[in-house]
């Protein structure tokens, strides 16, 4: 298996991901790539990975916000992205329902296969996500702030949408740009 994350420009990025059957999600072999998807955002570092971004047009993501990952950004920082730790969860065949439609912010957004670029996307403040955990049991995922943003932008990978298609593309700026000059 090939675990290079693919950078934009691979047409597997842009395709419609498939579901997952039960007996699949059950399986050996996605039950490991579920441990493998959490190495590779560990160590990318990540908040999320979609199977999209190493290949595999499946409807299955990872995330976690970590402790060690908050420590970057000052208490003002997190306070205006309402950015808490997330424990790690795995996302299947999810439905996504964007609460309120009016109620967004706009923030940098990065993406591992975007990289190293960054911009200012607009997203919800609150969704519910309906999908299957990795035990294939339903489950409903009511989020806000940067939980909701990082679940738009994962489920977002598994219909072949990437962040650079909702941002406001004259924002667009390197990860060392965007530390250098400060807005
Ligand atoms: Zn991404």
Redesign the pocket.
């Known amino acids: 298996m090939t675990l290079k994350i693919l950078q934009i420009g691979h047409p597997t990025l842009r395709q419609q991901a498939r579901e997952l059957t039960h007996e699949e999600i059950l399986s050996t072999e996605i039950q490991q790539l579920i441990t493998i998807m959490k190495e590779i955002m560990y160590e990318a570092p990540g908040v999320g990975l979609?199977a999209p971004?190493i290949g595999l047009p499946i409807q299955l993501a990872v995330i976690e916000d970590r402790e060690l990952y908050l420590r970057n950004l000052t208490q003002a920082q997190l306070k205006e992205r309402d950015r808490k730790v997330v424990p790690f969860q795995v996302i299947i065949n999810p439905k996504i329902t964007i609460q309120h439609p009016n109620e967004t912010a706009a923030f940098y957004e990065g993406?591992?296969?975007v990289s190293p670029f960054i911009g200012k996307v607009t997203r919800g403040l609150a969704v519910s996500v309906e999908c299957l955990n990795e035990r294939a049991e339903p489950v409903r995922i009511n989020a806000t702030g940067w939980h909701a943003r990082i679940l738009q932008?994962e489920i977002d990978?598994l219909h072949g949408i990437l962040?650079v298609d909702r941002m406001d593309i004259k924002t667009l700026s390197t990860i060392e740009n965007y530390q250098l000059f400060p807005r």
């Open positions: 979609a971004q993406c591992l296969s932008h990978h962040c």
